[in-house]
Nanobody
Framework: VLYEESGGGLVQAGGSLRLSCAAAGRIFKDNAMGWFRQAPGKEREFVAAITFNAGSEAFGDSVRGRFRISRDNAKNTMYLDMNRLKPEDTAVYYC??????????????WGQGTQVTVSS
C-alpha cells in the first residue's frame, strides 16, 4: 500500500474536516504530494498540492481560500484542512505523488480514498 487516506465523513455545509494521507516513506520522501477528488459521475479533479519542502502550494479554483494543505515529513503524512464545506465538495478524496513541474499530474497508482459527504 503506497498511501492510506483517512478523515472523511459526513458534515453539514459550512463545516470543516481534516483529511490525512499517510504515505510510505519511499514515496513521500523528496516528492511533491497532492490531493484529488472524484464525485459520482464526474472525472477525478485536482484539489491541492504541496512541494516536498512545503515551500510552495497549489490549489484548484473551486477550493482556493477554503482549503489548506500541509505535510509533516517526519511522519510521512500530508493533510488537507477543509473549511466552509459545500455540498459540491462531496466526493471521494485521494492523495498521490505529483509532478514537481506540474502539480496537477499524478504519478503513481491510486489508493482507496476517503469519502467526504457534505449535506445541505
Amino acid at each position: 500500500v503506497l498511501y492510506e487516506e483517512s478523515g472523511g465523513g459526513l458534515v453539514q455545509a459550512g463545516g470543516s474536516l481534516r483529511l490525512s494521507c499517510a504515505a510510505a516513506g519511499r514515496i513521500f520522501k523528496d516528492n511533491a504530494m497532492g490531493w484529488f477528488r472524484q464525485a459520482p459521475g464526474k472525472e477525478r479533479e485536482f484539489v491541492a498540492a504541496i512541494t516536498f519542502n512545503a515551500g510552495s502550494e497549489a490549489f484548484g479554483d473551486s477550493v482556493r481560500g477554503r482549503f489548506r494543505i500541509s505535510r509533516d515529513n517526519a511522519k510521512n503524512t500530508m493533510y488537507l484542512d477543509m473549511n466552509r464545506l459545500k455540498p459540491e465538495d462531496t466526493a471521494v478524496y485521494y492523495c498521490n505523488v505529483v509532478s514537481n513541474s506540474d502539480p496537477k499530474r499524478p504519478l503513481a497508482s491510486w489508493g482507496q480514498g476517503t469519502q467526504v459527504t457534505v449535506s445541505s
